[in-house]
């Protein structure tokens, strides 16, 4: 691979907060020409205000991108689409259901306008029929809805959700994976698609283990804290070290014995409590207490280097503050310090697709609102600049 | 789009658990022939047991596949390997790193095989260097590593995981997008690639809304159960209904007024309190009151009801049995009943990744271990049935 994977490629990006601008990221990184396309106010997450929570995730979910402003409400913003559409290869959007048809923009008529076009939507419940399919969604409500909240937690306490806002990401991820498999098969057949991702989907499969211990068991396992969903694997769970948490794990035989070694337990290897998977899924509070006595009195940094050294899979609960100075992101690239104009130093974030033949294209800003509609509209649209200036007269840009 | 994808295409896939092996069911889902490729003992879930927590996951991440056995640590085996992949478009593994390249079959050593092959490979932390390079990665140590256990869980309690093994499935996801993407760069220029995606990675962008209050703040946010991570969006909770809990969230003004008339509380919306954001955001306790107020007393259907009618977005928290039953997943053709040798009746998953176009693939049963082995080295690596026993007693396959 000599040039960035999708170098051919140009993209309609429509993308709101997370789920649909991270899928344009992707493809920018990949290589693609992504032009963010965004009312006259600008997309949700850049009209919270310049110092917001919203600042950060803007800054680096649209790094190169171009951005045009499109009125899609009024007339004439809907037939300029329908112009730029037939110039490019993708359309993405994750609004609310229906919205792009009901504005007469939706995947039937931008097809008909370019029959190589991938039109590509991402909804909380997908297009298909079905009765929650006009629902919208947002993160919190779908890990209500798949199950996640009912499964986290601790055994006593309410349903929990994880502050990771995986169902938009792992959305995003899908939404572009769909893209790129429409634009593979475009080359074989010189046709467009359209792409129907449902953030419900793509959350189902991330319940395997539970589903497993609710399929095996019956009933639904209860919440289990930081211990294996099914109960069925131990040590498994989070240790209290001596400057925060630390998380252990053993999935064969042989890394419970390399834990007793690296703990200086040797004797807890023959220890009938402890002899194989069901005896110590049977005494799993005894054996996490052994394994916190070691825990509880080294640093995170100690455990992990004992541990490491043995072969044992370990990692230690960092905080914001280690993820953004992780030494291991800063080494591979993917976190690098830059100077965010509102928030001063800020660490983006470099794509996690990632090819060992070609670096990913240098992180940029993000484009001011419309920084690129005159230039855009030009070259794709063939308008004059008279042309432009109606349309900004008009409202439709 | 009138046929599957990537229906030109056949992948060895030696995932293992649920990161490789969900990238081989996608793969398999958009048309490819996945061949899984398991050691004489079969992969890690498999080995785990027939009746297991294991075996649900199994049977739903390895349907639409063929199963051969190959012994990577024999010298035939790897000679075996050698010659099936001049006949592939794909390898992907997510061994512990640096296995295959152990054996002398690592990315390299195929490539030279057949310079067209797409070699994919995810770990936990990415095969560039690195201090973690060579650390074994599990789901739950890279909630641990990532810093999702750090904002995850009530104010006051331990950090803690979801339940989701969502670093495991996102990472998947993010293996079958780097693969085809390769395989669309491959149409241009006809070469091969090696992809590398580390689970650290895929997960960092997923803690966008935590990290947007640690730059706009300068510290990390506490740990805030259900609540908005960066504590600036109100209603943003979980609250109490008559028959469990419910979801609910206003991203702009006009979802917080919908939600007053949703409760027939219109008195609301012009009270001082609750005025905007930062009002909602300073009283977030006496707003979450009212309206757990009006939660308590309702079951979960009536004020999904009520709040779909107004346009307020809201879910029911789901279990499993919820969840498994779900009609929306059932009208989608998400979930499909089918029988388990051993579990019985299950719901088996059809891939997220879905065009209007045309159907995915129908759902088959997984292969048992090694059912394919004859058939597909007599195909692509041209073997005789003598050739073949005779790897059988060298314990080669």
Redo the contacts between chains.
Sequence with gaps: ??????S?ITVLDFGQV?NGP?CGF?LAQ?GARVIKVESLIGE?LRSRGV???????FA??NVNKESITLNIKSTQGQALLKKLVSQVDVVLENFAPGTMARYGIG?KQLRACNPQLIYASSTG?????????D????D???????????????EN??????????A???AG??L???I??????R???S????????M?????????????????HGE?PK????RH??R?LAP?N?YVAADG?????A?REGHWRKLCTAMEKTDLINDPRFKDFPARCKNMQELDAEITRWTATRTRAEILAQT?AH?V????????????N????A?????KTSS?KH?GN??Q??T??????IEPPELTQPPELGANTRLVLTELAGLSNEDIDRLYQQEAI
Excluded: W
């Excluded at 691979?1 to 999708?6: N, R």
């Excluded at 306490?157 to 995986?166: D, E, V």
């Excluded at 899979?313 to 953004?324: F, G, K, N, S, T």
């Design positions: 691979m000599q040039e960035q994977p999708l051919d997370y991270y992707l990949a949700t110092k917001s929570t919203a600042s950060y995730p680096v979910l995947a419940y997908g297009n298909a029929p079905g009765p929650y399919r629902f919208l969604g947002m919190i409500t779908l890990q209500a809805m798949t199950g996640v909240m009912s499964i986290t937690g601790e306490s309410t349903p929990l959700k994880t502050a990771a806002a995986f938009d990401f792992i991820t899908h572009y994976a769909g790129v498999s429409a634009l593979y098969a080359k074989n057949s046709e467009g698609a359209s792409v129907d991702i449902s419900q989907d793509c959350v189902l499969p991330t319940l395997a283990t539970a589903l497993g211990s609710y399929y095996l639904p919440r289990a804290g930081n969903p099914g069925s498994y989070v948490h630390i998380a252990i794990i999935i490491q072969g899979i370990c990692a230690p609960v960092q905080d914001l503050i280690d993820v953004v992780d030494p291991h992101l080494a591979r690239g993917t976190l965010h928030l800020i660490a974030m470099q996690a697709i990632r090819f060992t033949d």
